[in-house]
């Protein structure tokens, strides 16, 4: 008999996760631009699907989702039978940690990388190393120098949340290629719909058998509120994976939608050129008032101040302005605000209230 209930090593460590707020006490009209979600929604062919799924609630969902997978596949090229979905990408970094990872084991992420790495690995009871980004983007060498004997996985975005910088294809196989051998090297691709032509590390996979990717339905097909997301990776990882994966982890309604949003690869194209414009006008007219950020390739910007007291000031005028957007001192970038690419007149309204804030004393 113990003499006190407690949780397994590490799961006290974890300091829970808080997504970007949504509302501003009395403040009405209120936009959003906290959680990099997709301006536009998804697209009818996706809400189409969903309100056909009311009718199957009370089915139970299929357990190998093997439509959905069929669908990622055909779009992207790919090996239906090395796809795995979750409830969101979260819940694949998840499975990587649980499955791969444990007490005395070694999980790297870098200074600026996605909460959940660390939270992920903390749960299933190993270590978190932190490696130094160089300028906020992931330095390479960096890694290849913190990896030991105890290294299970390393976690990269690319691109990057919420710098939205990311390194060369180059570059990855140089990390693929430099890892111990019992490393797995996992590319989080949330935002890999942003960047044209980018495969997102496929032809790195389909050549090496220790990288897995993953992706989620929750930026660019605008399904964040449904929860989806996927990993692609060798034969040998997948089927690991799949042995940890609930049987029902995601519903039908879920599946429906996600499927008809990977095929509707028009409305895809036409968000992702959507964000390209306007993410650069918005990073232009932000540099027009002195207010710098890294060339994004995601679906934010990582606007720069001069201080932590000024991003906190423009914070605060924001939010008075009913503009809601992200501090980041969680990711050691206080100095820094994330900004959502919105429409068009939210980003004409960030603009203006940046360049008031900066005036205001003038």
């Known amino acids: ?37 997709n301006p536009f929604g998804p697209g009818d062919k996706a809400k189409e699907a969903f309100a056909r799924a009311v009718q199957s609630l009370h089915r139970y969902p299929s357990t190998d989702h ?29 499975f990587l940690c649980q499955a791969y990872a444990g007490p005395g084991d070694e999980v790297i992420h870098t200074r600026h990388g996605f909460s959940m790495y660390r939270i992920s690995t903390l749960a299933a009871g190993a270590t978190p190393v932190e490696v130094a980004e160089r300028e ?21 975005a690319n691109p990057a949340n919420p710098t939205g910088t990311m390194i060369g294809g180059n570059e990855v196989a140089r990390l693929a290629d430099g890892l111990p051998p019992q490393a797995i090297l996992v590319l989080d691709g949330a935002y890999a719909e942003y960047v044209e032509g980018y495969d997102a590390g496929k032809a790195l996979i389909e050549t090496r058998d220790n990288v897995v990717m993953t992706r989620t339905f929750s930026k660019l097909y605008g399904l964040g509120g449904l929860r989806v997301g996927w990993g692609y990776g060798p034969k040998a990882i997948i089927d690991v994976l799949n042995r940890v994966r609930g049987p029902f982890n995601l519903g039908h309604a879920q599946l429906e939608a996600a499927e008809a949003a990977v095929r509707d690869v028009d409305y895809a194209e036409k968000c992702r050129i959507e964000n390209t414009r306007l993410r650069a006008w918005l990073a232009e007219a932000l540099a027009e008032c002195g207010v710098p950020s890294d060339t994004s390739c995601a679906n934010f910007i990582l606007a720069r101040f001069a201080s932590v007291d000024e991003a906190d000031a423009c914070d605060a005028w924001l939010k008075a302005e009913g503009l809601i957007v ?33 005036e205001r004393d003038l």
Request: glycine share 10%.
């Open 66 to 94: 093997a439509a959905l997978r069929g669908a990622i596949a055909e779009v992207h090229g790919l090996d239906p039978d090395r796809v795995i979905c979750g409830a969101g990408s979260d819940e694949i970094i998840t």
């Open 326 to 358: 992200r501090k980041v001192g969680g990711y050691q970038l206080p100095h820094c605000l994330r900004i959502t690419v919105g429409d068009e007149a939210s980003c004409r309204r960030v603009a203006h209230a940046v360049r008031a804030f900066k």
């Open 1 to 37: 008999m113990t003499d006190t209930i407690s949780p397994q090593p590490g799961i006290l460590d974890i300091k829970p996760y808080k997504g970007g707020t949504s509302h501003v006490d009395g403040v009405s009209n209120v936009v959003k631009l906290s959680s990099n979600e």
């Open 136 to 156: 906020r983007v992931v330095d390479v060498d960096a890694i290849l120098d913190a990896c030991t004997d105890r290294t299970r996985l390393v976690f990269i």
